[in-house]
């Protein structure tokens, strides 16, 4: 896959950047150690709330895995209780505080396994282009939650999440059929990305999308979309254009026409300040996209973690 994407820090309370920590922000690739050229946004925002989640370790049942992946993870539940049939939230790229915020309104049956890695998809991508680290993270998961609990611990739901960068691993586990039907949910948050072919010819001037980078989401959004199917699949973007690769707006309108689907027009207060300006939606598959071209824009997606999810898990 040779795809980028921006790759945001995380600020509590950011409302106001420096060109120059824009700039850095969008340089992030999915190769760290060469990041691919895009075009930064000189663009500061100061109009919209982008409230943030506290930072601070919210109250719970906190536990490290070490393995199968080379860094450690995070793995929370929100309430230390003896229950073996547990749901799970695997979310790709954010600080853990996020995840724990949104797992505290989820309720006592919720635990939550949080994946940084680092910068760029690549970082996300490739340890899960084996199939059994996916696996195996999973059974960690549940060994560890089990030894603590004194049950043995299963997962009856299993509901991937990505912010920006994270989207790489979520399509390399989705790339397989095993993982695949073990998957009963999925979350992309401002980050689905893809090549422009020629590489870095954007549309307008006569490119087109990559339709490898694709595949698997335009099939998860068709499996989605069936009234007779348990899968459900929610995008969330922002206005952000890297000009190098393709941008989430481009990536979900993709989705959209090869189903076909057509987003439309809204304006609606979303989470946290953000501004809802289009939407589509088909049986358990949606699309919301939301103003905003700069750095707190792309930030307040991550931030809004729990009510998207919620949104989810209700259609």
């Given at each position: 896959m040779l795809k980028s994407s921006p790759d945001w820090l995380i600020v509590q309370g950011m409302r106001r950047l420096p060109l120059v920590m824009?700039?850095?922000f969008i340089s992030a690739s999915v190769n760290a150690q060469q990041p691919r050229s895009q075009n930064p946004s000189p663009m500061q925002e100061t109009a919209r709330t982008h409230g943030r989640?506290?930072?601070?370790?919210?109250?719970?049942?906190?536990?490290?895995?070490?393995?199968?992946?080379?860094?450690?993870?995070?793995?929370?539940?929100?309430?230390?209780?003896r229950?073996?049939?547990?749901?799970?939230?695997?979310h790709f790229h954010g600080a853990a505080f996020v995840?724990?915020?949104?797992?505290?309104?989820?309720?006592?049956?919720?635990?939550?396994?949080?994946?940084?890695?680092?910068?760029?998809?690549?970082?996300?991508?490739?340890?899960?282009?084996?199939?059994?680290?996916?696996?195996?993270?999973?059974?960690?998961?549940?060994?560890?939650?089990?030894?603590?609990?004194?049950?043995?611990?299963?997962?009856?739901?299993?509901?991937?999440?990505?912010?920006?960068?994270?989207?790489?691993?979520?399509?390399a586990i989705l790339t397989d059929p095993g993982n695949y039907n073990q998957v009963d949910a999925v979350l992309l948050l401002d980050g689905i990305h893809a090549s422009y072919v020629p590489e870095g010819r954007v549309l307008s001037e006569g490119g087109k999308i990559r339709e490898e980078d694709m595949r698997v989401f335009t099939a998860l959004a068709r499996d989605a979309a069936r009234p007779d199917t348990r899968k459900r699949f929610v995008m969330t973007h922002s206005e952000i254009f890297?000009?190098?690769?393709?941008?989430?707006?481009?990536?979900?309108?993709?989705?959209?026409?090869?189903?076909?689907?057509?987003?439309?027009p809204v304006l609606r207060w979303g989470p946290r300040g953000m501004q809802q300006i289009s939407e589509a939606r088909r049986g358990h598959f949606q699309v919301l996209g939301f103003a905003g071209n700069t750095a707190p824009d792309h930030i307040d997606h991550i931030h809004a973690l729990g009510h998207f999810l919620k949104l989810l898990l209700e259609m």
């Open positions: 824009i700039w850095l989640v506290q930072e601070k370790p919210w109250k719970g049942l906190h536990l490290i895995l070490t393995e199968p992946l080379t860094k450690p993870v995070d793995l929370f539940l929100a309430k230390e209780r229950r073996g049939r547990l749901h799970l939230l695997v995840l724990q915020n949104a797992l505290l309104d989820m309720g006592n049956d919720w635990a939550g396994i949080n994946v940084q890695l680092g910068s760029g998809s690549r970082v996300y991508e490739e340890p899960f282009s084996d199939p059994a680290r996916f696996r195996a993270l999973i059974a960690a998961g549940q060994t560890a939650l089990g030894r603590q609990l004194g049950v043995e611990v299963r997962f009856d739901r299993i509901v991937l999440s990505g912010f920006s960068a994270g989207y790489g691993a979520v399509e890297p000009g190098t690769f393709v941008s989430t707006t481009e990536a979900t309108d993709y989705v959209l026409q090869k189903l076909p689907l057509r987003r439309v």
